[in-house]
């Protein structure tokens, strides 16, 4: 499922090109994960502003054409991925197919969603301080990347609570978009095992977690994110973390930093990977 990295490269393909787009239809396919939320009519001749990611979904600004008419200047489409979502902004975008099931016509070309399993969604929002956008979004934790969020704020949010550390990062109302192949990556680069309670700790593992994380989610967007579910960006770009992994999918062979033996548990129905001899409590 196309997680916080794959979400980046997405964004980072698409926001130069969508900026200034002037919106000339839309296509609606099959039902999505939540209904769209607006008339598509509505949407002819706004125009697109920059496009930001928040955790897994993107905001796409889409102002009114004339500024002193438009009722709601902060309105915007907010887009999630689902389980096997991907866009693609092309010129000839071609026929739609049977996953094709949102597309927006610009002056910049079609903004294409593909998704097979219909868990991704694509809403109006009157703001993305509104509702449905701000309800989807009120959960969600700390941006990784956000020079705001500390180690300390990490530890504070950990301190008290029994649940295993892995358990609670992919839970995502700590730290935003850390799903299992990154989790038990950056785990094991900071050397905490994933059964860790929480609470257990200290705050210097937590400013190890917290650097690990980021490297980790930095080395898969400049990676291209990962392929693992045939992951492709606007660009048609396949990602290459996975062949970087340390330990996730490599059960029974050996850590490259210890020479310990990579094990599989299975925690909350997930399989997570990690070493044995420098992972630890
Ligand atoms: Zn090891």
Redesign the pocket.
């Known amino acids: 499922m196309p997680e916080l990295p794959e979400v980046e490269v997405t964004r980072a393909s698409l926001a130069d090109r969508l900026q200034g787009a002037q919106v000339r239809g839309v296509r609606l396919g099959k039902p999505l994960r939540w209904p769209l939320g607006v008339a598509p009519e509505q949407l002819h001749g706004r125009q697109a502003g920059t496009l930001l990611r928040r955790g897994k979904y993107l905001w796409l600004p889409l102002a009114g054409s004339d500024p002193a008419a438009d009722a709601t200047p902060g309105a915007g489409l907010l887009l999630h991925l689902g389980m096997s979502g991907s866009l693609n902004l092309a010129d000839t975008p071609g026929e739609p197919g049977p996953h094709d099931h949102f597309e927006l016509h610009t002056s910049r070309g079609t903004l294409r969603l593909t998704d097979p399993r219909r868990f991704g969604a694509v809403v109006w929002s009157d703001a993305l301080q509104a509702d449905p956008a701000a309800k989807l979004l009120a959960n969600l934790g700390a941006e990784p990347f956000d020079p705001a969020f500390t180690p300390l704020q990490l530890h504070a949010a950990l301190r008290g609570r029994r649940t295993p550390i892995k358990a609670a990062l992919l839970a995502g109302d700590v730290v935003v978009g850390a799903g299992n192949i990154y989790v038990s990556e950056a785990l094991h680069r900071a050397g905490i095992d994933p059964r860790t309670r929480c609470g257990s700790l200290s705050r210097p593992r937590c400013e190890r977690l917290l650097a690990a994380l980021r490297l980790t989610l930095a080395r898969a967007i400049d990676l291209g994110g990962s392929t693992l579910r045939d992951f492709k960006d606007a660009h048609g770009m396949a990602g290459a973390f996975q062949d970087e992994a340390l330990v996730y999918g490599r059960e029974g062979q050996t850590?490259a930093?210890?020479?310990?033996t990579i094990r599989r548990i299975v925690q909350a129905q997930r399989s997570t990977y990690f070493?044995g001899?420098?992972?630890r409590r």
Request: some cysteine.
């Open positions: 850590c930093r210890c020479g310990g070493c001899g420098c992972q």
